[in-house]
């Protein structure tokens, strides 16, 4: 079976990758997800930069990366680090993705962010818990009481909507979808467990909490920082570059984070900070606010080098055939060695190139696959061509 693929020429036909990975030993395609937050497997094989430690402390801080240098990826990983177990004291991550902002062609009020904000809250909340329920299930029925009314006051749709779709699915990978999909978490817990979960919630004698927006978010706070066990939150805000490439002006765009830091210190009381993804075009217009509203912030950035991208590609291959490769050179002819550094010594050291460019030279060999042979150095030239053909015509590393 063939099929036209996105990454190839476009008069190019090549097997279908759920044939042709499975047919050279892996349980799935480890370079095709070039947006992280629709990974399942991205926690198998995560690089921890040294700038992943401010992501998840108690301080506002903008992290800069240019297009395609991992700043979703990093997002996802902090959220589902905070996850891993209910054990110790974590962050709550609030993923934040102004991309998903309503279209109105102006940034969103105050007050509107505020309702984002509840929004995109609960909706990480239920399918966190859903994911870990012993966390709310040890809690006090004033605190289940609590939480399922500001779950009520929060999400999009009806939260016993939600508690069918978990008891009919008997899993909360259910929910991801419908609500937040960078939650795909790991180690779900048994359908009878998650019965109780949603039996605790399900209480028809709570109501939608009700208030001003400003005092439900302020409750949302308190009870995730308080009996929920949370060490502070997370606001990670992402997918500005949206509104930079829709717009190509970065002040423009940059207007849609100004209000939140308006609120960054008041945040910061409450246990709650900014973390702030942007595209490195965007850092002046965003920085130079802070500094003529004197609103204190750090900024860092992060920076790829080649030994980091040897190390991203090969824990793929390693998680995609359970630890039997370790490397690429493991399929490749004996005059092909270190393929990985072979790759990325040719590009910019960003990780989305160099998973298009691996992608695509795997692609080629997967072409003559049933003739026989090895992955050899045709390959790579070949994948690397390809990617100076396309980038001289427009950017691959679009956002991440």
């Not at 892996?26 to 990974?39: G, N, T």
């Not at 399942?40 to 402390?57: C, G, K, M, W």
């Amino acid at each position: 079976m063939t099929t036209a693929n996105e990454n190839d020429d476009p008069d190019k036909r090549t097997p279908s990758p759920a044939d042709w990975f499975r047919r050279i030993g892996l349980r799935f395609d480890p370079y095709v997800h070039l947006e992280a937050s629709s990974d399942p497997h991205l926690s198998e094989y995560t690089v921890h930069l040294d700038v992943f430690r401010v992501a998840l402390d108690n301080k506002p801080t903008i992290i800069v990366a240019p297009p395609g240098g991992g700043k979703t990826a990093m997002r996802v990983a902090v959220t589902r680090t905070c996850w891993f177990d209910i054990g110790g004291t974590y962050p709550f991550p609030l993923p934040y993705n102004l991309g998903m902002a309503p279209l109105t062609g102006k940034p969103p009020t105050a007050t509107q962010h505020l309702h984002l904000l509840l929004e995109a809250g609960t909706c990480a909340l239920l399918t966190g818990l859903a994911f870990r329920p012993e966390r709310l299930l040890r809690s006090s029925d004033a605190t289940i009481r609590a939480t399922a009314a500001i779950l009520r006051a929060g999400l999009p749709g009806p939260l016993d909507y939600y508690l069918t779709v978990l008891r009919e699915t008997g899993t909360p990978a259910g929910l991801t979808p419908l609500l937040e999909r960078t939650y795909a978490l790991t180690a779900p817990p048994p359908p009878d467990v998650l019965h109780l979960f949603c039996d605790a919630l399900a209480d028809p004698g709570v109501n939608a909490m009700r208030g001003q927006v400003e005092d439900i978010f302020q409750a949302f706070v308190e009870i995730v920082t308080g009996a929920l066990g949370f060490s502070h939150i997370l606001l990670l805000i992402d997918g500005i570059d949206a509104m930079y490439e829709n717009q190509a002006d970065a002040q423009f765009a940059a207007r849609w984070v100004f209000d939140l830091f308006d609120r960054a210190e008041a945040w910061a009381r409450s246990n709650t900070f900014i973390k702030l993804f942007i595209p490195d075009l965007m850092e002046p217009a965003v920085t130079g606010y802070l500094h003529h509203h004197t609103i204190a912030a750090r900024v860092t950035h992060i920076v790829w080098n080649h030994d980091l991208l040897v190390s991203m590609l090969r824990k793929r291959i390693s998680a995609a055939s359970e630890e039997r490769f370790e490397s690429l050179d493991a399929i490749s002819t004996p005059a092909l060695t270190d393929v990985e550094r072979q790759i990325v010594a040719n590009l910019p050291p960003l990780p989305r190139v160099a998973l298009q460019v691996t992608r695509q030279a795997l692609l080629r060999y997967a072409a003559r696959l049933e003739n026989g042979g090895q992955l050899d150095e045709d390959d790579i030239h070949h994948a690397i061509a390809w990617y100076r053909h396309h980038a001289a015509q427009q950017p691959l590393a679009s956002r991440v």
